[in-house]
C-alpha cells in the first residue's frame, strides 16, 4: 500500500501557491526556504510528478501542481475539521449570519455542513435576506456576519460574472420591447443592468420586481422575462446571453463579508472562515457542450479566482 502523503508538506505547498514565493512561504510555515526546498522535493519524488516550473525568475505551478493544489487543499480542510470534531475545548455558543436567498441556495449547504462538523457546539442561525437589509442588522447589531454583493466596506470572497439570462426555451429576449424580472429598486444588479439597457438603446419594460431570487428565476425559466443573474445562481433551463444576442459583458459580481459588533469573535472568525473556505471549495458550471452535465464538487476554484466563464448562448443541462 503507498504511503500516506506528508500533511506538513501539503501545508507548505499550498502557503506557496498562495504566496506565490518559496520565501515568503517559508515565513508563513515558519521554515528555512531550504526546508521548503526540501518538502517539495520530497512532494515532488512521492507524486512522481514535477509540481513546479521556471517562469522567469519565479516558479509557478505545472498542471499536475494545479491538481494537486484541489486535493491538497481538501485535505487540510479535513484534517482541521477531524482535530475540532474530537476537541472538548471546542468553541461554544451561538453565531448569526445572513445573506441573500440566491447565495444561500448555492453557499448554505456547504457551509452549515463544514461549520457544523468543525464546531458541534455552535449554534448557528441564518436570516435570508436582501444585501441592503443585511447592511442595516450589522450596523444595528442583529447579525454577527453578513454574506453580501459589492460593498465597499466588506472583505471580498468571491468573484464571478454577472450574466444575462433567459429561457433556454423560449425566445424572450428577441421581443422588441424586453420583459425584465429585477430585485427591488435598491439592487445594484438592476441599476447595472437598466443602465446597460439604456446605452444600448433598448426598450425594455420592468414586469417582476421581487428581492426573492426564487421569484426572479420562476419569471425567466417560464420565458415571461430575461434577467441578470452571477453565475451562481444560474439554474438548469437557463440560457446565458452574450454579445452574439446582443447584450453586452456586465461587470463582475463581488461576494463579500461584513462582520457585525460582537462578543464572540473567536466564534465569529471560525463562521468568516469557513464561509471563505467554502466559497473556496464550490465551483460553477464549466462551459460545455448540450449534453454535458456539471458537477459542483468536481472542480475548486482557487478564492476570488472566476472559474471558466460561460459562452454566451450556452443552455444549462441538468445538474
Not at 463544514?114 to 441592503?132: D, G, H, I, K, Y
Not at 443573474?229 to 456586465?250: I, Q, T, W, Y
Amino acid at each position: 500500500m503507498p504511503a500516506p502523503l506528508d500533511l506538513d508538506q501539503l501545508a507548505t505547498f499550498v502557503a506557496i501557491a498562495d504566496t506565490g514565493s518559496f520565501t515568503r512561504a517559508a515565513d508563513e510555515v515558519h521554515r528555512t526556504q531550504s526546508a521548503v526546498s526540501m518538502q517539495m522535493r520530497r512532494l515532488e519524488e512521492r507524486i512522481g510528478k514535477p509540481l513546479f516550473e521556471k517562469d522567469g525568475r519565479s516558479n509557478r505551478l505545472t498542471e499536475d501542481g494545479e491538481r494537486l493544489l484541489l486535493y491538497a487543499r481538501r485535505l487540510l480542510r479535513l484534517n482541521r475539521e477531524t482535530l475540532a470534531a474530537f476537541d472538548d475545548k471546542s468553541l461554544e455558543g451561538s453565531v448569526r449570519i445572513g445573506m441573500p436567498d440566491d447565495y444561500a441556495e448555492r453557499f448554505l449547504p456547504e457551509i452549515m455542513a463544514r461549520f457544523s462538523r468543525s464546531n458541534p457546539r455552535v449554534e448557528l442561525s441564518v436570516l435570508c435576506e436582501p444585501t441592503s437589509n443585511l447592511i442595516h442588522h450589522i450596523r444595528q447589531g442583529n447579525l454577527d456576519l453578513a454574506l453580501v454583493t459589492d460593498q465597499e466596506q466588506s472583505e471580498v470572497v468571491r468573484r464571478e460574472p454577472l450574466l444575462w439570462v433567459s429561457s433556454a426555451n423560449h425566445s424572450t429576449h428577441e421581443r422588441e420591447i424586453l420583459p425584465m424580472a429585477f430585485g427591488r429598486p435598491t439592487c445594484n444588479w438592476r441599476r447595472i443592468a437598466c443602465e446597460a439597457l439604456n446605452e444600448m438603446n433598448r426598450e425594455y419594460r420592468i414586469l417582476f420586481t421581487s428581492f426573492s431570487a426564487t421569484v426572479i428565476c420562476a419569471a425567466v425559466l417560464s420565458g415571461v422575462a430575461i434577467s441578470v443573474l452571477p453565475e451562481c445562481a444560474l439554474r438548469p433551463g437557463m440560457r446565458v446571453l452574450g454579445e452574439r444576442d446582443g447584450f453586452p459583458p456586465l461587470p463582475d459580481c463581488r461576494i463579500g463579508l461584513m462582520r457585525g459588533r460582537t462578543s464572540q469573535t473567536e466564534v465569529v472568525e471560525a463562521l468568516a472562515r469557513h464561509v471563505a473556505e467554502s466559497l473556496d471549495n464550490i465551483s460553477v458550471p464549466l462551459a460545455g457542450g448540450e449534453a454535458e452535465s456539471f458537477d459542483f464538487a468536481a472542480v475548486t476554484p482557487h478564492r476570488l479566482r472566476r472559474g471558466k466563464r460561460l459562452r454566451p448562448s450556452q443552455v444549462l443541462p441538468g445538474w
